[in-house]
Nanobody, 122 residues
Framework: QVQLVESGGGLVQPGGSLRLSCAASRSIFSIYTMGWYRQAPGKQRELVAGITVGSTTNYADSVKGRFTISRDNAKNTVYLQMNSLKPEDTAVYYC????????????????WGQGTPVTVSS
């Protein structure tokens, strides 16, 4: 069974930093682009960062220059370093494998992990 386990969230003041981790099953980690999604209250889940098996990265405009995605293929783990956090970054963050089709990105694993909540507030 494929597993996605996110951790590292918490409460942080505006301008602060957090580092999220996601441990994934090797069966998907070794062949798929991995992505970090977030879902704010009352909003749809959105993809904020992705990293290919070869470590090419891509970011949503809203986090570009502030967030950095990385992966450790030996540990089957993907990270999201979040700096200069803003209140609008408040959300539950999830990871998933990502596939690209028809001009859009789609999550691969239908069963999401529990996510890790991030709250940015003073």
């Amino acid at each position: 069974q494929v597993q996605l386990v996110e951790s590292g969230g918490g409460l942080v003041q505006p301008g602060g930093s957090l580092r999220l981790s996601c441990a994934a099953s090797r069966s998907i980690f070794s062949i798929y682009t991995m992505g970090w999604y977030r879902q704010a209250p009352g909003k749809q889940r959105e993809l904020v960062a992705g990293i290919t098996v070869g470590s090419t990265t891509n970011y949503a405009d809203s986090v570009k220059g502030r967030f950095t995605i990385s992966r450790d293929n030996a540990k089957n783990t993907v990270y999201l370093q979040m700096n200069s956090l803003k209140p609008e970054d408040t959300a539950v963050y999830y990871c998933n494998a990502v596939t690209y089709y028809g001009g859009s990105y789609y999550p691969v694993i239908g069963s999401w992990g529990q996510g890790t909540p991030v709250t940015v507030s003073s």
